[in-house]
């Protein structure tokens, strides 16, 4: 199911033993590829893909500084945040911005039982299965709807991706460590 994630509604809906996982993946692939899907760069219309980028970017300068909208962001700009139910008006409005996003990763920790990768999706797969003491037929899959072409993009400009996609950033380097830890405590991994 994909929906944006609110703890408390669930658990109203669901048995209290419900666990919850998810997946994160790397905000610079993530931006990436959610701009090229909805075709962004002909709303942003540089000179190229790279160019088109820059300039969404340049053209909401002030979100999360003193604003939490953002034009034509909608499902590419700190997606994952907004998918685990963050508050961008309570960020933006918060006297610290780092203490309320580690008050969230830490809220976070409490309600969901496993964060996943995407970039290492058949070793999370396996994490998934041992956790939940599930066999391998249901952890099995086909890839598909993998794009052959991808837009290339210079290292500045997933420089300044990453700055864009701050609370994303911090969210996917905070499970990633987490992940790795999980990882290493796992016997035949």
């Not at 409490?110 to 998934?128: C, G, K, T």
Request: charged share 25%; aromatic share 16%.
């Amino acid at each position: 199911m994909h929906a944006e994630y609110n703890y408390q509604f669930l658990m109203s809906k669901l048995p209290y033993n419900t666990k919850f996982f998810t997946f994160t993946r790397n905000p610079v692939s993530r931006y990436i590829s959610a701009f090229n899907f909805f075709k962004l760069d002909k709303v942003y219309d540089g000179k190229d893909f790279d160019n088109a980028i820059n300039l969404h970017i340049s053209a909401n300068k002030k979100y999360l500084v003193n604003t939490a909208k953002c034009d034509h962001c909608s499902r590419t700009v700190n997606s994952v945040a907004h998918d685990l139910g963050f508050d961008f008006e309570g960020y933006v409005n918060a006297p610290d911005n780092k203490v309320f996003l580690d008050n969230f990763l830490r809220k976070l920790e409490r309600e969901i039982d496993l964060v996943l990768i995407s970039e290492y999706y058949d070793l999370s797969l396996v994490l998934l299965a041992r956790r939940y003491c599930w066999k391998f037929d249901d952890i099995t899959y086909f890839k598909s709807l993998e794009s052959s072409k991808k837009p290339v993009v210079s290292e500045a400009t997933k420089k300044n991706i990453l700055e864009f996609q701050h609370v994303d950033a911090v969210i996917y380097d905070f499970y990633n460590n987490t992940f790795w830890d999980l990882v290493d405590k796992e016997e035949g991994i």
